[in-house]
């Protein structure tokens, strides 16, 4: 055989492997990127959807610390999001993460992240995001002895001294909204609000939704949630979105999900049942 054929037959060969290999090795990220149905691309495990949550998670987002209760606004999303994109309860698959690492730039153990992540430009550039499937109001708080403690009403607060933070959708509400007779006393963040209100400075002070809810569940003794304050257009509040790796092949499907349950009514149901009752927040009037 001459030096020519010799070189035709081994690129043959060559070639003839590397098909082999393709074919026994499967299209780029087959392995584990089965959805449902076995024919999406991008999951984390196949036949599995990898959800992420706090740890700790906390009520009411998630009841008991205890995601796959489903109890709780998003432990109640995350599964409905999971029926919509064809998974049964028992396939999908909890792991916790910080929130810094949640959003941070690289590769995710999780499908998809929810805990009360805000979607900005800022952290666009890291993840990707689903359409949100909430949107924060703003609440007022305060402890079991404040003056506040029994306020139902914006005139019950009217009269009281209400702190914000300067500079967010807080402090416009509070102006706005309730408008005390003696201004909104500024503080540069939640957490000196929050120390004025533990010192007795302030009788009550305005913050998100999540906010409200963390301080008075983890951080204030005897804290209280007053109410929320009816929608502002002039203080619109943070959308919430579920949270991607960046450039994920899931992200349209998840969006598609999130918005036929925003469609339907499903978010308004899940957010009235464990958010906007009067159980965990009237809304004031």
Do not use: H
Not at 217 to 232: K, R, S, T, Y
């Amino acid at each position: 055989m001459s030096q020519t054929s010799r070189r035709l037959a081994a690129a043959a060969v060559a070639s003839a492997v590397a098909l082999a290999l393709a074919a026994c090795s499967g299209s780029p990220g087959s392995s584990g990127s089965s959805g449902a149905d076995d024919a999406a691309s991008g999951y984390v495990t196949e036949g599995k959807l990898t959800i992420g949550t706090a740890e700790p998670a906390y009520y009411p987002w998630v009841i008991d610390d205890d995601p796959e209760s489903g109890e709780g606004f998003e432990a109640a999303v995350a599964y409905a999001v999971a029926e919509e994109l064809g998974f049964a309860k028992e396939d999908v698959v909890w792991v916790r993460t910080t929130f810094e690492q949640a959003i941070a730039p690289g590769p995710k153990d999780f499908d998809f992240n929810l805990q009360q992540f805000s979607i900005t430009e800022d952290r666009k550039k890291a993840v990707d995001f689903s359409s949100p499937y909430y949107e924060t109001t703003q609440v007022v708080i305060t402890t079991g002895d404040s003056a506040a403690a029994d306020a139902s009403s914006l005139a019950d607060l009217k009269g009281l001294v209400i702190g914000a933070q300067t500079g967010t959708t807080s402090f416009i509400a509070a102006e706005d909204t309730i408008a005390p007779t003696g201004g909104v006393q500024a503080f540069n963040s939640n957490d000196d609000a929050k120390a004025a209100l533990e010192a007795g400075q302030v009788d009550a002070i305005v913050v998100d939704l999540p906010t409200a809810f963390y301080m008075t569940g983890a951080e204030l003794d005897d804290g209280l949630i007053v109410g929320q304050l009816p929608a502002d257009d002039a203080a619109e509040g943070d959308q919430l979105g579920l949270v991607l790796a960046k450039d994920s092949p899931l992200t349209d499907d998840v969006t598609a999900a999130v918005d036929a349950l925003r469609e339907d009514g499903t978010l308004d149901e899940l957010a009235e049942k464990w958010l906007g009752g009067d159980e965990n927040a009237p809304v004031l009037q």
